[in-house]
């Protein structure tokens, strides 16, 4: 039995409770991850977009209720990414607070 490998890659983010300083993160060809958070941003939203520099729309369900809403509540703290993320082709963490850099861990 063969040993399947899938790609990874660590990439440095900024989150912003404004959304053009937020760093437009490629998901395509990814299937899961985690954003590590040093400080406490407030509530993170997630909003999808077809192109890195195109129009960003906030992440909601067929009931208009914002999926991928993170609420880190702590410093320090490592989230897994929802699965409805792995859909969209690109992806920027809106936070409610501050605006900070943050690690994000993706897997193919």
């Known amino acids: 039995m063969g040993v399947i490998l899938r790609d990874s890659k660590r ?3 900024t989150v912003s409770n404004v959304q053009a300083e937020c760093t437009a993160v490629d998901l395509r060809d990814t299937s899961g991850g985690i954003l590590i958070i040093k400080t ?3 509530d993170i939203t997630v909003h999808v977009s077809d192109k890195p ?6 992440l909601s369900n067929s009931l ?3 999926l991928g809403v993170m609420d880190t509540g702590a410093d320090d703290e490592a989230i897994a990414l929802p699965d409805e993320l792995f859909a969209a082709h690109w ?3 809106v936070a409610a607070d501050s605006k900070q850099d943050a690690i994000i861990l993706l897997k193919g």
């Open 91 to 93: 992806v920027k963490f």
């Open 53 to 58: 520099d195109g129009t960003y729309y906030k």
């Open 40 to 42: 406490d941003p407030g």
């Open 11 to 13: 990439e440095e983010i």
């Open 64 to 66: 208009g209720v914002a």
